[in-house]
């Protein structure tokens, strides 16, 4: 099955974005596929490379990234909700895309489920 | 591109939050993609569609005349939870533009039928 993730919230406010990367880890080693995961509304400060948690805490925003970088995942992160919180191509994190939400449009169409995180 | 039902829930106040405008430009851009566009309103997502609102006194974009544009976008579905509007003392008169009203069974019934549901 084609699995879509929308991603709704920021990455040290909710656990709405932890359980958005386990599952996204647990599509990645099941024999299902995963087609794109999309962040909108405060979720594109998932994307935000200045982001910089103390030690021990868990740095979301690299654990993203290394889905991409290891498995190939495409992260989008919505252009007008990404600017309009300060995420550009200038601190944009490894591994991510900006583009429009088209993007979480053609998700919806081309994936079998498309998964929210953080209604 | 092939065509889906999307729906897009709306339970948030329309200013509490930022999420009330930005679920409404998703809901436009699904649209203008040749989408089947739904839009449900539920909890506190009903204020979003009364009446004499004035963003303006809060420095707020006025989202919600685009309501009164859905026509435009082929956007003719809009659903409206009956319970959350009596719970919060509305009526169908307080709303700007006209809705079918869902009771929750009937509203849970009809997500079923939707590809692609969308909520925040």
């Known amino acids: 099955m084609k699995f879509a993730i929308l991603v709704n919230t920021g990455p040290f406010s909710h656990q709405a974005t932890e359980s958005a990367l386990a ?54 992160v919505c252009i007008a909700a990404g600017l309009r919180r300060g995420v550009r191509e200038a601190n944009l994190a490894p591994g991510f895309r900006i583009s429009g939400l088209g993007q979480l449009v053609e998700a919806g169409i081309l994936a079998d489920r498309l998964i929210t995180f953080g209604a | 591109m092939a065509s889906k039902r999307f729906l897009f829930v709306n339970r948030k106040a329309p200013f509490g939050s930022g999420q009330a405008g930005e679920m409404l430009d998703a809901a436009l851009i699904a649209a203008s993609f040749d989408q089947h566009v739904h839009l449900a309103f539920l909890d506190d997502g009903v204020f979003q569609l009364i009446k004499h609102q004035r963003p303006d006194t809060l420095e707020q974009r006025d989202f919600a005349s685009t309501f009164l544009d859905l026509a435009e976008y082929d956007i003719d579905h809009v659903w409206v939870e009956r319970d959350s509007l009596a719970e919060r003392g509305l009526t169908e008169t307080d709303l ?20 692609v549901v969308i909520s925040a």
Do not use: C
């Open chain 2, 96 to 115: 700007l533009i006209p809705v079918t009203l869902v009771d929750r069974a009937t509203l849970s019934r009809m997500m079923a039928d939707i590809d």
């Open chain 1, 23 to 76: 599952f996204a880890q647990a599509v990645l080693a099941s024999e299902h596929e995963l087609i794109r995961v999309f962040f909108y509304f405060d979720g594109v400060h998932n994307a935000n490379r200045l982001a910089a948690p103390s030690n021990g805490e868990r740095n979301l925003v690299r654990a993203w990234s290394k889905l991409a970088s290891e498995r190939g995942v495409d992260l989008v």
